[in-house]
Protein backbone atom coordinates (compact mmCIF):
# COMPACT_ATOMS: atom_id res chain seq x y z
CA UNK A 1 0.00 0.00 0.00
CA UNK A 2 1.72 3.48 -1.16
CA UNK A 3 1.24 6.56 0.98
CA UNK A 4 1.60 10.11 -0.50
CA UNK A 5 4.04 12.53 1.32
CA UNK A 6 1.30 14.62 1.57
CA UNK A 7 -0.78 12.92 3.42
CA UNK A 8 -1.17 14.57 7.47
CA UNK A 9 0.97 13.02 10.55
CA UNK A 10 -0.23 9.08 11.79
CA UNK A 11 -3.48 9.53 13.40
CA UNK A 12 -3.09 8.25 16.65
CA UNK A 13 -5.00 5.01 16.55
CA UNK A 14 -5.08 2.07 19.25
CA UNK A 15 -3.73 -1.25 17.69
CA UNK A 16 -5.15 -4.34 18.57
CA UNK A 17 -2.12 -6.19 18.67
CA UNK A 18 -0.50 -8.71 20.83
CA UNK A 19 2.55 -7.53 19.15
CA UNK A 20 2.38 -3.93 20.75
CA UNK A 21 2.21 -5.56 24.16
CA UNK A 22 5.18 -3.36 25.47
CA UNK A 23 4.06 -0.44 24.58
CA UNK A 24 0.87 1.24 24.78
CA UNK A 25 -0.26 3.90 22.89
CA UNK A 26 -1.17 6.34 24.95
CA UNK A 27 -2.75 9.68 23.04
CA UNK A 28 -3.01 11.81 26.30
CA UNK A 29 1.15 11.32 26.25
CA UNK A 30 1.63 12.78 23.05
CA UNK A 31 4.30 15.13 22.86
CA UNK A 32 5.08 17.90 19.81
CA UNK A 33 8.18 17.86 18.09
CA UNK A 34 10.39 20.03 18.89
CA UNK A 35 14.18 20.66 17.26
CA UNK A 36 15.49 21.42 20.40
CA UNK A 37 15.19 17.85 21.16
CA UNK A 38 18.17 17.21 18.88
CA UNK A 39 21.50 15.61 20.92
CA UNK A 40 24.76 15.23 20.09
CA UNK A 41 24.79 12.18 18.56
CA UNK A 42 23.18 10.48 15.35
CA UNK A 43 23.90 11.43 12.21
CA UNK A 44 20.49 12.64 10.34
CA UNK A 45 19.62 14.91 7.32
CA UNK A 46 17.33 17.99 7.43
CA UNK A 47 14.10 17.05 5.58
CA UNK A 48 13.65 19.31 2.71
CA UNK A 49 10.54 21.58 2.77
CA UNK A 50 7.87 19.35 1.70
CA UNK A 51 9.18 16.66 1.70
CA UNK A 52 9.55 15.53 5.45
CA UNK A 53 8.36 12.47 6.38
CA UNK A 54 6.50 11.47 9.27
CA UNK A 55 7.41 8.63 12.25
CA UNK A 56 5.78 8.23 15.52
CA UNK A 57 8.01 6.71 18.01
CA UNK A 58 6.14 5.01 21.04
CA UNK A 59 8.58 4.87 23.82
CA UNK A 60 8.64 1.89 26.50
CA UNK A 61 6.65 4.06 29.15
CA UNK A 62 3.71 4.25 26.04
CA UNK A 63 4.75 8.07 25.59
CA UNK A 64 3.94 8.94 21.77
CA UNK A 65 6.65 10.93 20.05
CA UNK A 66 6.33 11.94 16.75
CA UNK A 67 9.21 13.47 14.57
CA UNK A 68 10.24 14.39 10.88
CA UNK A 69 13.13 13.05 9.56
CA UNK A 70 14.59 13.19 5.85
CA UNK A 71 14.59 10.19 3.62
CA UNK A 72 17.77 7.82 3.29
CA UNK A 73 17.86 8.62 7.21
CA UNK A 74 18.18 5.48 9.50
CA UNK A 75 15.28 5.15 12.50
CA UNK A 76 17.96 4.04 14.69
CA UNK A 77 19.89 7.59 13.54
CA UNK A 78 16.77 9.58 13.41
CA UNK A 79 15.97 8.15 17.55
CA UNK A 80 19.29 9.14 18.76
CA UNK A 81 19.28 12.20 17.08
CA UNK A 82 15.47 13.06 19.06
CA UNK A 83 17.14 12.09 22.18
CA UNK A 84 15.14 8.49 22.41
CA UNK A 85 16.57 6.03 24.57
CA UNK A 86 18.19 3.80 21.98
CA UNK A 87 21.55 2.75 22.38
CA UNK A 88 22.84 1.59 19.30
CA UNK A 89 26.12 -0.24 20.24
CA UNK A 90 27.63 -1.52 17.55
CA UNK A 91 27.30 2.41 16.00
CA UNK A 92 24.81 0.59 13.29
CA UNK A 93 26.64 -1.90 12.06
CA UNK A 94 24.47 -4.43 11.93
CA UNK A 95 26.80 -5.88 14.49
CA UNK A 96 24.38 -5.67 18.24
CA UNK A 97 20.80 -6.03 18.33
CA UNK A 98 20.58 -2.92 20.74
CA UNK A 99 18.48 -0.60 18.26
CA UNK A 100 15.35 -3.61 18.20
CA UNK A 101 12.90 -1.89 16.99
CA UNK A 102 9.24 -2.56 16.30
CA UNK A 103 7.71 -1.37 13.21
CA UNK A 104 3.69 -1.08 12.97
CA UNK A 105 2.66 -4.43 11.10
CA UNK A 106 0.84 -2.29 8.17
CA UNK A 107 4.24 -0.48 7.30
CA UNK A 108 6.58 -3.86 8.13
CA UNK A 109 5.26 -5.39 4.56
CA UNK A 110 6.19 -2.12 2.64
CA UNK A 111 9.59 -2.77 4.01
CA UNK A 112 11.80 -5.09 2.12
CA UNK A 113 12.97 -7.93 4.14
CA UNK A 114 15.73 -7.84 5.99
CA UNK A 115 19.22 -9.30 5.17
CA UNK A 116 20.00 -12.42 6.32
CA UNK A 117 23.16 -10.62 8.27
CA UNK A 118 20.11 -8.21 10.11
CA UNK A 119 18.21 -11.61 11.00
CA UNK A 120 21.01 -13.30 12.58
CA UNK A 121 21.41 -10.20 15.07
CA UNK A 122 17.42 -10.17 15.48
CA UNK A 123 17.95 -13.64 16.54
CA UNK A 124 19.98 -12.52 19.71
CA UNK A 125 17.13 -9.49 20.23
CA UNK A 126 15.14 -9.68 22.96
CA UNK A 127 11.36 -9.49 23.24
CA UNK A 128 11.51 -10.32 19.27
CA UNK A 129 8.07 -10.08 17.33
CA UNK A 130 6.93 -10.58 13.63
CA UNK A 131 7.50 -7.34 12.64
CA UNK A 132 11.09 -6.77 14.72
CA UNK A 133 13.69 -4.45 12.56
CA UNK A 134 16.87 -3.38 13.49
CA UNK A 135 16.69 0.44 13.76
CA UNK A 136 19.69 0.86 11.90
CA UNK A 137 19.22 -1.19 8.86
CA UNK A 138 15.36 0.44 8.08
CA UNK A 139 16.39 3.99 5.57
CA UNK A 140 13.23 5.84 5.64
CA UNK A 141 11.24 6.29 2.32
CA UNK A 142 8.18 8.07 0.85
CA UNK A 143 6.24 4.58 1.30
CA UNK A 144 6.93 4.65 5.30
CA UNK A 145 5.70 8.05 6.00
CA UNK A 146 4.01 7.80 8.83
CA UNK A 147 5.03 4.60 10.28
CA UNK A 148 4.75 4.39 14.21
CA UNK A 149 7.74 2.14 15.57
CA UNK A 150 7.49 0.80 19.34
CA UNK A 151 10.58 0.90 20.82
CA UNK A 152 11.22 -2.26 23.29
CA UNK A 153 11.34 -2.18 27.03
CA UNK A 154 15.45 -2.26 27.35
CA UNK A 155 15.79 -2.28 31.52
CA UNK A 156 13.90 -5.62 32.43
CA UNK A 157 15.92 -7.27 34.79
CA UNK A 158 17.27 -9.60 32.20
CA UNK A 159 19.43 -12.51 32.64
CA UNK A 160 22.01 -13.36 30.14
CA UNK A 161 20.36 -16.50 29.53
CA UNK A 162 17.31 -15.01 27.90
CA UNK A 163 19.65 -14.44 24.96
CA UNK A 164 20.57 -17.40 24.16
CA UNK A 165 18.05 -18.52 22.16
CA UNK B 1 27.30 15.04 45.36
CA UNK B 2 27.04 11.38 45.79
CA UNK B 3 30.40 9.33 44.71
CA UNK B 4 30.37 5.77 43.09
CA UNK B 5 33.45 3.82 42.14
CA UNK B 6 33.44 1.34 39.70
CA UNK B 7 35.44 -1.51 39.48
CA UNK B 8 36.55 -2.78 35.71
CA UNK B 9 36.30 -0.81 32.81
CA UNK B 10 34.76 -3.52 29.96
CA UNK B 11 30.80 -3.13 28.46
CA UNK B 12 29.45 -3.86 32.55
CA UNK B 13 31.20 -1.19 33.91
CA UNK B 14 31.15 1.29 31.43
CA UNK B 15 27.41 0.67 30.63
CA UNK B 16 26.40 1.14 34.41
CA UNK B 17 28.45 4.46 34.29
CA UNK B 18 26.39 5.67 31.01
CA UNK B 19 23.27 4.98 32.93
CA UNK B 20 23.88 6.15 36.24
CA UNK B 21 25.18 9.80 35.00
CA UNK B 22 22.62 9.85 32.77
CA UNK B 23 19.86 9.65 35.46
CA UNK B 24 21.73 11.46 38.09
CA UNK B 25 24.55 14.12 39.14
CA UNK B 26 27.17 11.74 40.48
CA UNK B 27 30.87 11.57 40.41
CA UNK B 28 31.96 8.26 39.20
CA UNK B 29 35.36 6.60 39.43
CA UNK B 30 36.62 4.16 37.17
CA UNK B 31 39.35 2.06 38.31
CA UNK B 32 41.07 -0.17 36.15
CA UNK B 33 43.97 -3.18 36.94
CA UNK B 34 45.32 -2.22 33.00
CA UNK B 35 47.11 1.25 31.96
CA UNK B 36 44.32 1.07 29.30
CA UNK B 37 40.58 0.84 29.23
CA UNK B 38 37.55 -1.27 27.28
CA UNK B 39 38.12 -4.87 29.28
CA UNK B 40 37.11 -7.35 26.60
CA UNK B 41 36.55 -5.46 24.11
CA UNK B 42 39.99 -4.41 23.74
CA UNK B 43 41.03 -8.21 24.59
CA UNK B 44 38.04 -10.67 23.64
CA UNK B 45 36.06 -9.52 20.46
CA UNK B 46 38.41 -10.45 17.80
CA UNK B 47 40.27 -8.05 16.15
CA UNK B 48 38.52 -9.14 12.62
CA UNK B 49 35.12 -7.92 14.27
CA UNK B 50 36.11 -4.26 14.62
CA UNK B 51 32.37 -3.24 14.54
CA UNK B 52 31.68 -4.97 17.80
CA UNK B 53 34.23 -2.49 19.17
CA UNK B 54 32.22 0.43 18.19
CA UNK B 55 30.56 0.62 21.66
CA UNK B 56 33.64 1.78 22.49
CA UNK B 57 33.29 5.38 20.95
CA UNK B 58 29.98 5.72 23.26
CA UNK B 59 32.10 4.74 26.42
CA UNK B 60 35.01 7.19 25.40
CA UNK B 61 31.61 10.17 25.13
CA UNK B 62 30.69 8.66 28.89
CA UNK B 63 34.47 9.17 29.74
CA UNK B 64 34.14 12.50 28.76
CA UNK B 65 31.98 13.64 31.55
CA UNK B 66 33.24 16.45 33.79
CA UNK B 67 31.68 14.03 36.66
CA UNK B 68 34.11 11.03 35.46
CA UNK B 69 37.84 10.26 36.59
CA UNK B 70 39.40 6.90 35.49
CA UNK B 71 42.60 4.99 37.19
CA UNK B 72 43.83 2.98 35.55
CA UNK B 73 47.37 1.08 36.38
CA UNK B 74 45.32 0.56 39.53
CA UNK B 75 43.89 -3.12 41.05
CA UNK B 76 41.32 -2.88 43.21
CA UNK B 77 42.93 -5.88 46.48
CA UNK B 78 45.86 -4.66 45.73
CA UNK B 79 46.87 -0.81 45.41
CA UNK B 80 43.41 0.04 46.61
CA UNK B 81 41.23 -2.41 49.30
CA UNK B 82 37.65 -3.18 48.62
CA UNK B 83 37.20 -1.77 52.47
CA UNK B 84 38.87 1.32 51.45
CA UNK B 85 36.45 1.81 48.69
CA UNK B 86 33.43 0.76 50.51
CA UNK B 87 34.78 3.90 52.83
CA UNK B 88 35.17 6.50 51.07
CA UNK B 89 32.11 6.00 48.21
CA UNK B 90 28.25 5.90 48.74
CA UNK B 91 28.58 2.90 46.28
CA UNK B 92 30.13 0.58 44.82
CA UNK B 93 29.94 -1.28 41.86
CA UNK B 94 32.11 -4.13 40.79
CA UNK B 95 32.27 -4.91 36.88
CA UNK B 96 35.71 -6.48 36.68
CA UNK B 97 34.29 -9.25 34.68
CA UNK B 98 35.84 -13.11 33.70
CA UNK B 99 39.62 -12.98 33.89
CA UNK B 100 40.16 -16.65 34.09
CA UNK B 101 38.86 -20.29 32.23
CA UNK B 102 37.07 -22.96 33.79
CA UNK B 103 39.40 -25.63 33.63
CA UNK B 104 38.74 -29.72 33.20
CA UNK B 105 39.86 -32.04 35.54
CA UNK B 106 40.47 -35.31 33.59
CA UNK B 107 43.52 -37.03 32.59
CA UNK B 108 46.04 -35.30 30.56
CA UNK B 109 44.56 -31.70 30.90
CA UNK B 110 47.44 -30.23 32.54
CA UNK B 111 49.64 -31.18 29.58
CA UNK B 112 51.34 -28.47 27.79
CA UNK B 113 49.17 -29.29 24.53
CA UNK B 114 46.24 -27.91 26.15
CA UNK B 115 45.78 -24.60 26.39
CA UNK B 116 42.70 -22.10 27.34
CA UNK B 117 40.58 -20.41 24.65
CA UNK B 118 41.02 -17.55 27.04
CA UNK B 119 45.01 -17.45 26.76
CA UNK B 120 44.75 -17.68 23.18
CA UNK B 121 42.41 -15.44 22.23
CA UNK B 122 44.31 -12.81 24.82
CA UNK B 123 47.62 -13.84 23.30
CA UNK B 124 46.26 -12.76 19.77
CA UNK B 125 44.72 -9.84 21.33
CA UNK B 126 47.66 -8.50 22.92
CA UNK B 127 46.70 -8.86 26.64
CA UNK B 128 49.35 -8.05 28.14
CA UNK B 129 49.49 -11.13 31.00
CA UNK B 130 49.34 -13.34 28.01
CA UNK B 131 52.02 -12.77 25.87
CA UNK B 132 54.48 -14.72 27.40
CA UNK B 133 52.72 -17.65 26.37
CA UNK B 134 54.11 -19.35 23.01
CA UNK B 135 51.98 -21.73 20.94
CA UNK B 136 53.17 -25.10 18.68
CA UNK B 137 51.33 -23.52 15.46
CA UNK B 138 54.33 -24.20 13.57
CA UNK B 139 54.25 -27.58 14.28
CA UNK B 140 50.45 -28.49 14.51
CA UNK B 141 48.40 -29.91 11.80
CA UNK B 142 45.36 -30.63 13.55
CA UNK B 143 43.49 -28.94 16.43
CA UNK B 144 40.64 -29.77 18.50
CA UNK B 145 38.88 -26.81 20.98
CA UNK B 146 36.61 -28.20 23.21
CA UNK B 147 33.43 -26.19 23.74
CA UNK B 148 31.14 -24.66 20.44
CA UNK B 149 30.48 -21.31 21.72
CA UNK B 150 31.36 -18.10 20.24
CA UNK B 151 35.14 -17.94 21.41
CA UNK B 152 35.68 -21.44 19.84
CA UNK B 153 34.03 -20.07 16.70
CA UNK B 154 36.49 -17.22 16.60
CA UNK B 155 39.54 -19.56 18.06
CA UNK B 156 38.60 -21.72 14.68
CA UNK B 157 38.76 -18.65 12.34
CA UNK B 158 41.91 -16.85 13.33
CA UNK B 159 43.17 -19.94 13.20
CA UNK B 160 41.47 -21.12 9.62
CA UNK B 161 41.87 -17.63 7.63
CA UNK B 162 44.55 -16.85 5.56
CA UNK B 163 46.54 -14.62 7.93
CA UNK B 164 47.39 -12.14 5.08
CA UNK B 165 43.47 -11.03 5.95
CA UNK B 166 44.17 -10.66 9.39
CA UNK B 167 46.91 -7.78 8.22
CA UNK B 168 44.34 -5.17 8.25
CA UNK B 169 43.15 -5.68 11.41
CA UNK B 170 44.57 -4.57 14.53
CA UNK B 171 45.80 -8.00 15.86
CA UNK B 172 48.95 -7.28 17.12
CA UNK B 173 52.42 -7.85 14.72
CA UNK B 174 53.84 -10.69 16.74
CA UNK B 175 50.14 -12.70 16.42
CA UNK B 176 50.07 -11.94 12.64
CA UNK B 177 54.05 -13.76 12.68
CA UNK B 178 52.94 -16.87 14.20
CA UNK B 179 50.18 -17.57 12.68
CA UNK B 180 51.97 -16.68 9.07
CA UNK B 181 54.06 -19.73 10.49
CA UNK B 182 51.11 -22.16 11.42
CA UNK B 183 50.78 -25.20 9.92
CA UNK B 184 47.64 -25.92 11.26
CA UNK B 185 44.71 -28.28 8.37
CA UNK B 186 41.98 -28.79 10.22
CA UNK B 187 40.12 -27.41 13.19
CA UNK B 188 37.85 -29.95 14.84
CA UNK B 189 34.70 -28.40 17.56
CA UNK B 190 33.67 -30.71 19.73
CA UNK B 191 30.46 -30.33 21.51
CA UNK B 192 29.11 -32.42 24.58
CA UNK B 193 25.57 -32.03 23.30
CA UNK B 194 24.00 -31.92 20.04
CA UNK B 195 23.93 -29.38 17.06
CA UNK B 196 20.68 -27.74 18.29
CA UNK B 197 22.36 -26.67 21.58
CA UNK B 198 25.23 -25.71 20.20
CA UNK B 199 26.38 -22.24 22.10
CA UNK B 200 27.60 -20.08 19.33
CA UNK B 201 25.35 -17.63 17.15
CA UNK B 202 24.35 -18.31 13.37
CA UNK B 203 26.92 -14.95 12.31
CA UNK B 204 29.56 -16.30 13.40
CA UNK B 205 28.51 -19.84 12.03
CA UNK B 206 27.62 -17.99 8.72
CA UNK B 207 31.10 -15.99 8.87
CA UNK B 208 32.88 -19.07 9.05
CA UNK B 209 30.85 -20.61 6.07
CA UNK B 210 31.42 -17.92 3.60
CA UNK B 211 35.52 -17.68 4.53
CA UNK B 212 37.10 -18.64 0.89
CA UNK B 213 39.58 -21.50 1.20
CA UNK B 214 37.58 -23.27 4.03
CA UNK B 215 35.46 -25.65 4.22
CA UNK B 216 32.94 -27.49 7.12
CA UNK B 217 33.00 -31.21 6.99
CA UNK B 218 29.61 -32.57 6.50
CA UNK B 219 27.62 -33.33 9.91
CA UNK B 220 27.12 -36.89 10.74
CA UNK B 221 23.15 -37.49 11.47
CA UNK B 222 22.30 -33.57 11.16
CA UNK B 223 18.62 -33.97 10.02
CA UNK B 224 18.15 -36.49 12.84
CA UNK B 225 19.54 -34.37 15.68
CA UNK B 226 17.00 -31.35 14.05
CA UNK B 227 14.48 -34.14 14.14
CA UNK B 228 14.78 -35.03 17.64
CA UNK B 229 14.64 -31.49 18.87
CA UNK B 230 11.75 -30.19 17.16
CA UNK B 231 10.05 -27.69 17.27
CA UNK B 232 12.92 -25.49 16.57
CA UNK B 233 12.71 -21.83 17.43
CA UNK B 234 13.29 -19.33 15.44
CA UNK B 235 16.95 -18.56 15.69
CA UNK B 236 17.37 -22.54 16.24
CA UNK B 237 16.02 -22.99 13.39
CA UNK B 238 17.74 -20.45 10.87
CA UNK B 239 21.43 -22.30 12.42
CA UNK B 240 20.42 -25.53 11.40
CA UNK B 241 19.32 -24.24 7.71
CA UNK B 242 22.75 -23.01 7.36
CA UNK B 243 24.28 -26.03 9.08
CA UNK B 244 22.35 -27.94 6.20
CA UNK B 245 23.82 -25.69 3.94
CA UNK B 246 27.29 -25.83 4.60
CA UNK B 247 30.20 -24.14 3.25
CA UNK B 248 30.26 -22.04 0.13
CA UNK B 249 33.66 -22.17 -1.03
CA UNK B 250 34.77 -24.68 -3.83
CA UNK B 251 37.96 -25.61 -2.51
CA UNK B 252 39.66 -25.77 0.70
CA UNK B 253 43.28 -25.67 2.27
CA UNK B 254 42.10 -25.95 5.21
CA UNK B 255 39.18 -27.60 6.87
CA UNK B 256 36.89 -27.99 10.22
CA UNK B 257 34.04 -30.08 11.43
CA UNK B 258 31.21 -29.57 14.56
CA UNK B 259 31.74 -32.48 16.42
CA UNK B 260 28.62 -33.42 19.04
CA UNK B 261 27.71 -35.45 21.80
CA UNK B 262 31.49 -35.79 23.10
CA UNK B 263 33.42 -34.99 25.84
CA UNK B 264 36.58 -35.68 26.43
CA UNK B 265 37.96 -38.30 29.14
CA UNK B 266 41.93 -38.16 28.48
CA UNK B 267 44.87 -36.01 26.76
CA UNK B 268 47.64 -37.91 25.43
CA UNK B 269 50.74 -36.17 24.67
CA UNK B 270 54.60 -35.98 24.13
CA UNK B 271 56.92 -32.84 24.80
CA UNK B 272 54.57 -29.37 23.95
CA UNK B 273 52.31 -31.83 21.48
CA UNK B 274 49.50 -33.61 21.77
CA UNK B 275 49.08 -37.34 20.38
CA UNK B 276 45.16 -37.89 20.86
CA UNK B 277 41.98 -37.42 23.12
CA UNK B 278 39.51 -39.74 24.10
CA UNK B 279 36.38 -38.85 23.90
CA UNK B 280 33.36 -40.23 25.98
CA UNK B 281 30.79 -40.20 23.55
CA UNK B 282 27.33 -38.98 25.67
CA UNK B 283 23.77 -39.40 24.55
CA UNK B 284 20.30 -37.36 25.49
CA UNK B 285 19.12 -37.57 29.18
CA UNK B 286 15.33 -39.07 28.83
CA UNK B 287 12.70 -36.39 29.29
CA UNK B 288 15.51 -33.70 28.36
CA UNK B 289 16.48 -32.55 24.90
CA UNK B 290 19.17 -29.78 26.38
CA UNK B 291 21.00 -32.09 28.74
CA UNK B 292 23.03 -35.34 28.02
CA UNK B 293 24.61 -38.21 30.18
CA UNK B 294 27.87 -39.94 29.59
CA UNK B 295 27.18 -43.55 27.95
CA UNK B 296 29.90 -46.41 28.11
CA UNK B 297 31.23 -46.11 24.73
CA UNK B 298 34.49 -43.82 23.83
CA UNK B 299 36.37 -42.99 20.32
CA UNK B 300 39.77 -41.79 20.45
CA UNK B 301 41.11 -39.20 17.34
CA UNK B 302 44.51 -38.47 17.19
CA UNK B 303 45.45 -34.29 17.48
CA UNK B 304 48.49 -32.07 18.24
CA UNK B 305 46.77 -29.41 20.14
CA UNK B 306 43.67 -29.13 22.46
CA UNK B 307 42.09 -25.62 23.21
CA UNK B 308 39.59 -25.91 26.06
CA UNK B 309 36.97 -23.18 25.19
CA UNK B 310 34.62 -24.20 27.81
CA UNK B 311 33.76 -20.73 29.53
CA UNK B 312 35.22 -17.91 31.65
CA UNK B 313 35.28 -17.25 35.30
CA UNK B 314 35.06 -14.66 37.57
CA UNK B 315 37.42 -14.44 40.61
CA UNK B 316 37.42 -13.08 44.06
CA UNK B 317 39.15 -10.29 45.16
CA UNK B 318 41.36 -9.82 48.14
CA UNK B 319 39.28 -8.63 50.63
CA UNK B 320 35.87 -9.60 49.53
CA UNK B 321 35.07 -12.00 52.01
CA UNK B 322 36.48 -9.60 54.74
CA UNK B 323 34.02 -7.27 53.89
CA UNK B 324 31.39 -9.21 54.42
CA UNK B 325 30.75 -10.38 50.50
CA UNK B 326 30.05 -14.03 49.67
CA UNK B 327 31.72 -14.98 46.34
CA UNK B 328 29.93 -18.19 45.08
CA UNK B 329 32.72 -20.29 43.74
CA UNK B 330 31.30 -22.70 41.40
CA UNK B 331 29.42 -20.03 39.69
CA UNK B 332 32.10 -17.25 39.71
CA UNK B 333 29.57 -14.94 40.96
CA UNK B 334 29.22 -12.09 43.67
CA UNK B 335 26.33 -13.21 45.01
CA UNK B 336 23.53 -10.76 44.84
CA UNK B 337 19.84 -9.75 44.45
CA UNK B 338 19.25 -8.01 41.31
CA UNK B 339 22.88 -6.43 41.20
CA UNK B 340 22.84 -5.27 45.14
CA UNK B 341 25.35 -7.53 47.00
CA UNK B 342 24.33 -9.92 49.72
CA UNK B 343 25.06 -8.34 53.15
CA UNK B 344 27.07 -5.11 51.98
CA UNK B 345 24.53 -2.35 51.31
CA UNK B 346 26.27 -0.08 48.45
CA UNK B 347 27.69 -3.06 46.81
CA UNK B 348 26.67 -4.13 43.32
CA UNK B 349 27.98 -6.13 41.39
CA UNK B 350 27.42 -5.70 36.85
CA UNK B 351 28.31 -8.25 34.13
CA UNK B 352 29.59 -11.15 34.45
CA UNK B 353 30.69 -11.13 38.17
CA UNK B 354 26.88 -10.78 38.55
CA UNK B 355 25.58 -12.98 35.93
CA UNK B 356 28.24 -15.62 34.86
CA UNK B 357 30.37 -15.53 32.02
CA UNK B 358 28.04 -15.51 29.06
CA UNK B 359 26.06 -13.64 26.61
CA UNK B 360 27.30 -10.83 24.14
CA UNK B 361 27.73 -7.14 24.69
CA UNK B 362 23.90 -6.68 24.09
CA UNK B 363 23.02 -8.07 27.11
CA UNK B 364 25.65 -7.11 29.16
CA UNK B 365 24.63 -3.47 28.25
CA UNK B 366 20.89 -3.74 29.11
CA UNK B 367 21.95 -5.89 32.63
CA UNK B 368 24.14 -3.10 33.46
CA UNK B 369 21.20 -0.79 32.40
CA UNK B 370 19.12 -2.63 35.24
CA UNK B 371 22.18 -2.47 37.88
CA UNK B 372 23.12 1.38 37.01
CA UNK B 373 19.09 1.89 37.69
CA UNK B 374 19.39 -0.25 41.00
CA UNK B 375 22.70 2.45 41.87
CA UNK B 376 20.71 4.94 41.60
CA UNK B 377 17.53 4.24 43.69
CA UNK B 378 19.82 3.23 46.39
CA UNK B 379 21.35 6.19 46.19
CA UNK B 380 18.14 8.20 46.56
CA UNK B 381 17.60 6.26 49.79
CA UNK B 382 21.24 7.57 51.22
CA UNK B 383 21.95 10.48 53.40
CA UNK B 384 24.26 12.73 51.32
CA UNK B 385 27.16 12.66 53.19
CA UNK B 386 30.75 13.91 52.34
CA UNK B 387 33.15 11.47 51.55
CA UNK B 388 36.10 11.43 50.34
CA UNK B 389 36.40 9.14 47.36
CA UNK B 390 39.52 8.96 45.64
CA UNK B 391 41.04 12.19 47.34
CA UNK B 392 42.63 10.39 50.11
CA UNK B 393 43.39 7.27 48.25
CA UNK B 394 47.37 7.47 47.29
CA UNK B 395 47.59 6.32 44.02
CA UNK B 396 50.53 7.94 42.52
CA UNK B 397 51.17 5.42 39.42
CA UNK B 398 47.27 5.76 38.10
CA UNK B 399 46.94 6.09 34.86
CA UNK B 400 44.42 9.39 33.86
CA UNK B 401 41.64 9.13 31.31
CA UNK B 402 43.98 11.59 29.38
CA UNK B 403 47.31 9.38 29.57
CA UNK B 404 45.08 6.98 27.93
CA UNK B 405 44.39 8.98 25.18
CA UNK B 406 48.01 9.33 24.63
CA UNK B 407 48.47 5.86 24.98
CA UNK B 408 45.46 5.56 22.15
CA UNK B 409 46.98 7.97 20.01
CA UNK B 410 50.53 6.67 19.63
CA UNK B 411 48.71 2.80 19.02
CA UNK B 412 46.92 4.21 15.97
CA UNK B 413 50.31 6.12 14.78
CA UNK B 414 52.28 2.96 15.03
CA UNK B 415 49.80 1.10 13.32
CA UNK B 416 49.83 3.56 9.97
CA UNK B 417 52.81 2.34 9.32
CA UNK B 418 51.58 -1.54 8.91
CA UNK B 419 48.47 -0.17 7.20
CA UNK B 420 46.28 -1.15 10.23
CA UNK B 421 43.76 0.55 12.26
CA UNK B 422 46.20 0.38 15.07
CA UNK B 423 49.17 -1.82 16.74
CA UNK B 424 48.84 -2.46 20.56
CA UNK B 425 51.58 -1.91 22.84
CA UNK B 426 51.49 -5.64 24.54
CA UNK B 427 53.40 -4.89 27.71
CA UNK B 428 52.22 -2.89 31.01
CA UNK B 429 55.78 -1.46 31.11
CA UNK B 430 55.59 -0.57 27.03
CA UNK B 431 51.72 0.77 27.52
CA UNK B 432 53.57 3.19 30.50
CA UNK B 433 56.11 4.06 28.88
CA UNK B 434 54.46 5.86 26.25
CA UNK B 435 53.74 8.48 29.09
Redesign the interface.
Request: glycine share 4%; with cysteine.
Given at each position: MLRTILKSPAPVRCIQSSLYRGAVFRPAAMRAFSASAIAS?GHIHKPKPGEELHITFITKDGEQIKVEAAQGDNLMDIAQAHGLDV?G???G??????CHMIIDPEYYDEMEEPS??E???L????G?TETSRLGCQVKMTPELDGVRVALPA???????????? | MNRVAVVGSGPAGFYTILRILKKRAVHVDLFEALPVPYGLTRFGVAPDHPEVRNCQERFAEVAGSPHFRFYGNTTVGKDVSVSQLLQNYHAVVFAYGAETSRGLNVPGSQLPGVISARDFVGWYNGEPAKQGLKFTLDRTEDVSIVGNGNVALDVARVLLRQPDDLRSTDMPEHAIAALTKSTVKKVHIVGRRGPVQSAFTTKELRELLVEPQVQLDPIVNLTEYIELAKPLGRAEKRKMELLLKGSTSPSAQRTWSLDFMQSPSEFKGEGDLLQSIEWTINTFAPGSKSDVVPTEKSVTTPTDLAVLSIGYKSVELPGMKEAGMTFIKDKGILENHRGHVTGVPGAFAAGWLKTGPTGVIASTMMDAFSVGDEVVSYLESVANTKLPGADDLDLPYAVSWNDWLEIDRQEIDRGKSYGKPREKFVSVPDMLNAL
Open positions: HEACGSCACSTDDNDMDLAFLMTRNLQAKDFNR | -
